[in-house]
Nanobody
Framework: QVQLVESGGGSVQAGDSLRLSCVASGGTFSTYSLGWFRQAPGREREFVAAIRYNGNNSYFRDSVKGRFTISRDNAKNTVYLQMNSLKPEDTAVYYC??????????WGQGTQVTVSS
């Protein structure tokens, strides 16, 4: 069983930066593809960013391209989401996900990000 714990959320002003972290325990971290999703009030959970197990490829939703980066440190079982130039529309609960080679998906409990104008 894989457990994911996010941290780094908070309340910031538009234009500020935050770095989210997600630490995994259990399983074989280096074999997992990792991702970040977010869910704003009244909206469905949406994809934000992902990185492959080997870190060679990353993917982003269009609205965050150029502002967000995703990285992983397999030695620390941690995935990061660096968020720059934050906008009020980035306000949401951010969830970390890990997908195993058998396509099983694990989720963290989420961390709140609030961006005020």
């Amino acid at each position: 069983q894989v457990q994911l714990v996010e941290s780094g959320g908070g309340s910031v002003q538009a234009g500020d930066s935050l770095r989210l972290s997600c630490v995994a325990s259990g399983g074989t971290f280096s074999t997992y593809s990792l991702g970040w999703f977010r869910q704003a009030p009244g909206r469905e959970r949406e994809f934000v960013a992902a990185i492959r197990y080997n870190g060679n490829n990353s993917y982003f939703r269009d609205s965050v391209k150029g502002r967000f980066t995703i990285s992983r440190d397999n030695a620390k079982n941690t995935v990061y989401l660096q968020m720059n130039s934050l906008k009020p529309e980035d306000t949401a609960v951010y969830y970390c996900s890990a997908t195993s080679v058998l396509a099983r998906i694990y989720w963290g409990q989420g961390t709140q990000v609030t961006v005020s104008s």
